[in-house]
């Protein structure tokens, strides 16, 4: 298998486990630009997402925002951003909160909304504020979804975080674009493996949260 | 907005040409991705054992990053178009297999029932009874991985002149022009919305049954915080169904192998 000797061959080499162009500081890096933008995204969709689905109202808006978001090309407004304001980690979060915002913001909004009506209204009945009733009966039902969402955002923002490689800065595109002007493919496959494991640990770091903090009356399957 | 729609001599296109280009790039995975889907989304009803699988292995293949997975294929397929078209039809896949399951198990059983006692056989019925109840999951599915696709199709600038419109932003950045990017994103961004409205209208004209403020909008009568309880919207119900039926049809099947 040509993919699999080029995947031995680029972790084999020690060049590539140390140093700035090493395999650890790149990892690092593209953690660090998948986190700021997962954070962000979340402070903006989460809120959003829980308050519009706890009023129901809405929602016609957040879906034209939701198709309009996804409708923007993440590279597009990728290299936009770069030319309009240079090198800075601004252009490369613009579009990776983008890319996350519209998952993050319906999921959260359908699994508030979608809870089931009648322990809400019993909760309405025993005298709980509505705050309480958000947090206390809507949130933890909904969570699973909401985690679903969240999850789907994350490894979207992880694979599309190798393009900021493209206009000069680091993470793991890095090797997949330096491999690809080099003609060294080797380079190109290493980095792809480390996205895709990447993406691959976060699912399951997801899996992991959405297994701790789900209470078990509420677990789907 | 003066030489707006002008395009670097480089590209040997007109703007309409690289849309053009853009839509065959970006269309072309989806129907293919969708041809491919129907009979795996079928055999993944038929055998519910399969479904957890395929979802693991299409998930795993969405992990692979589009730059990656282009990058990989030019060893196999050269710096060509089929390189950028069958990420993008992996990917429509990734959208469109839980959509027609979703879709396809969402029809009640009763109408299944009523379709064999009129005679229906298993062809006539998936074509005539399944396949149009699934339309609206469908659809919404496919609304996904048209925007997505077109979106994607940009990053093929990496792998030489493949981008279509994303060439656009090679130059943009190659002759510093700024109104280049603009024109790529904004001309990007509005073929998207096109397509998606494109695909909207399909359901309305496919499934004229369905109320007018079915899928995206449905939401709009839920107003207040009242939930209605009575009428509740289509995917909604479709969600947590199939769920619910596959452990029940898990666990006899446990039962008889013992």
Known sequence: MNVLNFINDFFSDSAHWHGYDGIPHRLLEHVQYSLIALAIAAAIGLPVGLITGHTGRGGTALALIATAARALPSFGLLVLMFVLLGLGLLPVMIPLVVLAVPPILVTTYEAVRTVEPAPVDAARGMGMTEPRILFQVELPVALPLIFSGLRSAAIQIVSTATIAAYVSLGGLGRYIVDGLYQRNYEKVVGGATLVAVLALVTLGLFWAAARAAVSPGVRRS | MNGFFDIPSDLQHSWLGLIGLHLREALIPVLAGLVLA????????????????????????????????????IDYTGQSETTVMIPLAVYSLVVLVPAIVDGVRSVPQETLAAATAMGFGPVRRYLQVQLPIAVPALIAGLRIATVSSISLVSVGTLIGNQGALGNLLADAMFYHRTALAVNSVVTTAVL???????????????????????????????????????????????????????????APVKDTAR
């Open chain 2, 38 to 73: 129907l009979p795996i989304g079928q055999l993944c009803v038929r055998l519910r054992w399969l479904y957890p699988p395929v979802l693991w292995v299409t998930t795993v293949l969405y992990a692979v990053p589009s730059l990656a997975f282009f990058v990989v294929l």
């Open chain 2, 192 to 250: 998207a919305i096109v397509i998606d409205a494109l695909l909207v209208l399909l359901r309305k004209v496919l499934t004229p049954w369905a109320p007018p403020s079915s899928g995206g909008t449905r939401t709009a009568r839920r107003g207040g915080r009242r939930r209605l309880p009575g009428r509740p919207a289509q995917e909604q119900t479709v969600r947590p169904e199939p769920a619910a039926p596959a452990v029940q049809g898990a």
